[in-house]
Nanobody, 121 residues
């Protein structure tokens, strides 16, 4: 599967953004998909994951209650709604796909190219 993330941009603290990830192929629904992020000078870290049919979601503690992950298998798409953004959310955000039973923070097989989110104070 090929992934392409979009929707990043510049937003003020407290604002919102919605990231999208478009997937190619007819097997999108067979994957657990996730968002990761990498801030300047830091390692890439887990943000959120969602199982195949959307019934199970997982979040990093730092984004719980502010971010919502969702998917639309009919559109081969993954989303990340980000509310109450903080300057520390500034990072390149990546979408990823992995095996259906992968641990949420596990080793994903497929990665998108990333989209930059900048939150100003």
């Amino acid at each position: 599967v090929q992934l392409q993330a979009s929707g990043g941009g510049l937003v003020q603290a407290g604002g919102s953004l919605r990231l999208s990830c478009a997937a190619s192929g007819r097997t999108f629904s067979s994957y657990t998909v996730a968002w990761f992020r990498q801030a300047p000078g830091k390692e890439r870290g887990f943000v959120a994951a969602i199982r195949r049919f959307g019934y199970d979601t997982y979040y990093a503690d730092s984004v719980k209650g502010r971010f919502t992950i969702s998917r639309d298998n009919a559109k081969n798409s993954l989303y990340l709604q980000m509310n109450s953004l903080k300057p520390e959310d500034t990072a390149v955000y990546y979408c990823a796909a992995g095996a259906r039973s992968i641990p949420p923070t596990g080793e994903y097989n497929y990665w998108g190219q990333g989209t930059l989110v900048t939150v100003s104070s």
